[in-house]
């Protein structure tokens, strides 16, 4: 399979020192961040991989339906949205994200309605909920 071809719209870079236990170094662009996985009561050195996801998954949220209001209504307010993992106690139940979005201004419930729709739509919600194929290679050591 050749993906010469095809665009890379995104790209990411971790690190993870042998000294840094796991302390992972992110670049992407111009930015740096840390990620971490403490252990026990420990505070770590930033948020988890999985926290990054649902941080993800917020920030796009809100974008997108920030747009859509601008353009649409522009009487949104505030928008906040919360996600949540929520992990089965038992056997047979699914795991999944609780995403809950406010907003400071009042909302028609027929736009409310257009609003989810289109919060079902943002980028990282499609790419979470088609689960695009993540495909693996090891290459040879580069900085």
Not at 112 to 126: F, G
Request: hydrophobic residues 35%; negative net charge.
């Amino acid at each position: 399979m050749n993906t010469d071809l095809d665009h890379v719209s995104a790209d990411t870079t971790a690190i993870l020192r042998d000294t840094g236990r796991l302390k992972t170094e992110l670049r992407t662009r111009d930015f740096s961040f840390i990620a971490d996985d403490p252990h026990g009561d420990e505070a770590g050195a930033g948020p988890t991989p999985t926290e990054y996801l649902l941080m993800a998954l917020a920030s796009c949220t809100a974008q997108t339906l920030r747009q859509y209001a601008d353009r649409k209504y522009d009487y949104a307010g505030d928008i906040t949205v919360r996600v949540a993992l929520h992990e089965p106690r038992y056997d047979g139940a699914e795991r999944y994200l609780q995403r809950t979005i406010s907003l400071t201004e009042e909302i028609p419930a027929e736009d409310l309605e257009t609003m989810k729709e289109i919060a079902e739509r943002s980028p990282v919600t499609l790419l979470l909920a088609y689960a695009w194929s993540v495909r693996t290679e090891f290459s040879e050591t580069v900085d």
